[in-house]
């Protein structure tokens, strides 16, 4: 059974920068894009980023391109989200998911989720 952890969250004040990590088990997790996603309260989940298994194509929204960056170690199972000049709409909880199709940022293509880590960005 395929397990998703993710952790680094916490509270930033605007402008600063936070990594997450999302170490996964259970299945090869060089075979799976990874993709991560964030729910702020009182609004849908939605698409931040994704990498391809590999690690060679990434995806992001235009709102977090140019401030995040996604990137994977194979050999330590774990995908990463690096957040930098973060805002305070950037608050939400992260969520890591993965998916055995190609790289994508449709919500309903990934199969595994993790329970989520926090991120409080302060004005």
């Known amino acids: 059974q395929v397990q998703l952890v993710e952790s680094g969250g916490g509270l930033v004040q605007a402008g600063g920068s936070l990594r997450l990590s999302c170490a996964a088990s259970?299945?090869?997790?060089?075979?799976?894009?990874m993709g991560w996603f964030r729910q702020a309260p009182g609004k849908e989940r939605e698409f931040i980023a994704a990498i391809s298994a590999s690690g060679g194509r990434t995806l992001y929204a235009e709102s977090v391109k140019g401030r995040f960056t996604i990137s994977r170690d194979n050999a330590k199972n774990t995908v990463y989200l690096q957040m930098n000049s973060l805002k305070p709409e950037d608050t939400a909880i992260y969520y890591c998911?993965?998916?055995?199709?190609?790289?994508?940022?449709?919500?309903?293509?990934?199969?595994?989720w993790g329970q989520g880590t926090q991120v409080t960005v302060s004005s």
């Open positions: 259970g299945r090869t997790f060089s075979n799976y894009a």
């Open positions: 998911a993965s998916t055995y199709r190609a790289i994508a940022p449709l919500m309903a293509l990934y199969d595994a």
